[in-house]
């Protein structure tokens, strides 16, 4: 039930592809709201960073950490 290596590889790609589309909508409102491209140009760039920082709080939230190596299940087995 693993998948695949590729598939893993393809993921942060599709979190810079998602932000950069949500940045592009936003940048193309403000374009057309102010009618200004520095403007506009200024809004693209925040608001790709701000929704590739909240994607990555979320995917670090989501994601359960590896048990370290020579960890055990239950800290009263007596072999702490």
Do not use: C, H
């Not at 599709?14 to 520095?38: C, H, K, N, Q, W």
Request: hydrophobic residues 50%.
């Amino acid at each position: 039930m693993s998948q695949s290596r590729s598939f893993n590889a393809l993921r942060p790609m599709e979190y810079v592809a998602l932000s950069g589309v949500v940045a592009l909508f936003a940048g193309a409102i403000f374009l057309m709201v102010t009618r200004d491209p520095l403007i506009a140009s200024v809004v693209v760039g925040g608001v790709f960073v701000i929704v590739i920082i909240g994607l990555a709080m979320m995917v670090l939230a989501m994601s359960p950490n590896k048990k370290p190596e020579g960890e055990w299940d239950k800290p009263d087995t007596g072999n702490d």
